[in-house]
């Protein structure tokens, strides 16, 4: 199967498609339980710590004894007018304060009578690259921050490419320091339309570009409409407010053993967290990679006996028969089970400076399974072009796609329908460093071997209809079949030409 890529769709699409948050959405009456957690991401000296602390200041999360200490240590540092340094109240190393930059990911709470936040301050730099990962692993939103006068560079799109990569749908272009541009309607015009052709190459449709001075408050949590009469559209907080959390993973029951539970002869039980759907009593379960089946009796937590756990729920299952389970190995719903098999496709970031290289047996770690991988690197992101590019091996920071070959069964759903099961590690057997972060995209399947009688079909389909017809319970359920590739539109014809001559 053969589709035109997302980012060649991009002169096809109208910029006014990129779909915003309905800021027109009226507020909700009773205030939302469930917290946004949220990424601020961008360049370096973007502005992304003054922008949270701004945040802080002006929800009232800044207690009166961290306000005199801001107040204090911002002295004679204040700006011409008069503010006190916000950045200061991420309380950073004191090595970052020294250097003027973020190196460690900050975390930090603050709330408004709508809802609650946990938001990430990551660093600009990209030798750092590994923190933003990290932080944009759990996050349901992305803010990336640009700088109004000099627009979109590489580290943004980096960033911006991390995001999606990580499972971000929602993002809010943060056009900062606009009033150094004396608030240039046209500039920022400029840079949300480059900022949307990114994000619809990237397959991102939810972006809301805001122009903001994080340093004056205008348009973070107050309304900047006096200096900026032409911007109409919702504040940040407004934005976060009305942000979705990420849905409930789309697979069924999933719980990675950790341990298994042996007080008395009477008892056995497999402990864990929920990595996905739901179980109750009674439920038909598959242990994997054995494929015995067997029936939930109990589920057990540290205090009581419960009737039902779903996802992030630490529990203990009892089931009706002896079965053999140990650390690493999976129980599953019977009717909604994950990928096995020994070849994955993946997409990951390099971490440290040796990168990726071509067959080196690795150590990959995905919750409490462990095991030996030989990864092949197959092409690398150009953040310049946005196109893939083979490569033999893959530098730090790159973003790749990788195969992966192990020795023995593995068991994955791929990261699109679960972020806990899709998501691994890998370490270096020889230093035990961690020296990517990755996800799985699909399993992998020769289509020579047991394929080689099968009659293939090649078809070239739009992005968006091919995204539909993968998304299919029939394609679904026979994805490991299918070969994919994203291309533009003149390559797909030259590989049917090429066929047809």
């Known amino acids: 199967m053969t589709a035109p890529a997302t980012a060649n769709a991009v002169e096809h699409v109208a910029a006014s498609e990129v779909l915003a948050f309905p800021a027109q959405e009226p507020a909700r009456a009773t205030r939302d339980s469930r917290p946004l957690r949220l990424i601020t991401c961008g360049s370096v000296d973007d502005g992304k710590s003054t922008l949270i602390g701004r945040l802080l200041w002006d929800t009232k999360a800044v207690k009166e004894d961290q306000a005199a200490t801001l107040q204090r240590d911002s002295n004679g540092k204040q700006n011409d007018l008069g503010l006190p340094d916000f950045a200061l109240l991420l309380d950073g190393l004191q090595a970052e304060r020294e250097q003027g930059i973020t190196i460690d990911v900050a975390y930090r709470y603050f709330s408004t009578?709508?809802?609650?936040?946990?938001?990430?301050?990551?660093?600009?730099?990209?030798?750092?690259?590994?923190?933003?990962?990290?932080?944009?692993?759990?996050?349901?939103?992305?803010?990336?921050?640009?700088?109004?006068?000099?627009?979109?560079?590489?580290?943004?799109?980096?960033?911006?490419?991390?995001?999606?990569?990580?499972?971000?749908?929602?993002?809010?272009?943060?056009?900062?320091?606009?009033?150094?541009?004396?608030?240039?309607?046209?500039?920022?015009?400029?840079?949300?339309?480059?900022f949307r052709e990114l994000a619809l190459s990237l397959g991102v449709r939810q972006v809301t570009a805001i122009p903001v001075s994080a340093l004056k408050g205008e348009n973070v949590v107050y309304d900047g409409s006096a200096s900026m009469p032409w911007y109409?559209?919702?504040?940040?907080?407004?934005?976060?407010?009305?942000?979705?959390?990420?849905?409930?993973?789309?697979?069924?029951?999933?719980?990675?053993?950790q341990r298994v539970s042996r007080p008395g002869e009477s008892f056995r039980g497999y402990q864990g967290t929920v990595a996905g759907g739901s179980v109750k009593p009674g439920d038909s379960v598959v242990i994997l990679p054995s494929g015995m089946v067997a029936n939930v009796t109990k589920i057990v937590t540290f205090d009581l006996v419960r009737n039902a756990a779903v996802a992030g729920d630490a529990i203990t299952l009892v089931l009706d028969r002896q079965v053999d389970v140990s650390r690493g190995d999976m129980i599953v719903a019977i009717d909604s089970q994950p990928l096995t098999g020994l070849s994955f496709d993946a997409q990951l970031v390099a971490l440290q400076a040796e990168g990726i290289q071509p067959g080196k047996r690795y150590w990959l770690k995905s919750g409490s399974r462990r095991q030996r991988v030989q990864v092949q690197p197959a092409s690398q992101l150009d953040l310049q072009t946005g196109k893939w590019n083979h490569v033999e091996q893959l530098p730090m920071n790159a973003i790749g796609k990788v195969h992966l070959a192990f020795d023995e069964q593995?068991?994955?759903?791929?990261?699109?329908?679960?972020?806990?099961?899709?998501?691994?590690?890998?370490?270096?057997?020889?230093?035990?460093?961690?020296?990517?972060?990755?996800?799985?995209?699909?399993?992998?399947?020769?289509?020579?071997?047991?394929?080689?009688?099968?009659?293939?079909?090649?078809?070239?389909?739009?992005?968006?209809?091919?995204?539909?017809?993968?998304?299919?319970?029939?394609?679904?359920?026979?994805?490991?079949?299918?070969?994919?590739?994203?291309?533009?539109?003149?390559?797909?014809?030259?590989?049917?030409?090429?066929?047809?001559?």
Not at 233 to 256: D, H, K, M, N, Y
Not at 436 to 447: D, F, N, P, V, Y
């Open 410 to 501: 593995a068991i994955f759903d791929t990261y699109e329908q679960n972020r806990t099961t899709g998501a691994f590690i890998l370490i270096d057997p020889d230093t035990n460093n961690t020296v990517a972060g990755g996800m799985i995209t699909a399993k992998r399947s020769a289509l020579g071997g047991i394929h080689t009688e099968d009659a293939r079909v090649i078809l070239s389909l739009p992005a968006d209809l091919a995204d539909q017809l993968m998304a299919t319970e029939l394609f679904a359920n026979r994805r490991e079949e299918a070969e994919i590739r994203r291309v533009s539109a003149g390559r797909a014809v030259e590989v049917i030409d090429d066929i047809d001559g």
């Open 232 to 257: 109409d559209g919702p504040t940040l907080i407004e934005v976060l407010e009305l942000a979705t959390t990420r849905s409930a993973q789309t697979v069924g029951f999933r719980l990675p053993v």
């Open 113 to 194: 009578d709508k809802r609650s936040f946990i938001v990430a301050d990551t660093p600009g730099h990209e030798q750092y690259t590994r923190n933003m990962a990290t932080g944009a692993s759990t996050a349901d939103l992305a803010v990336l921050l640009v700088d109004a006068r000099v627009g979109l560079l590489e580290q943004t799109r980096r960033h911006a490419t991390i995001a999606t990569l990580m499972g971000i749908k929602q993002f809010v272009l943060a056009v900062n320091k606009i009033d150094l541009t004396d608030y240039d309607r046209s500039r920022f015009e400029q840079i949300s339309h480059e």
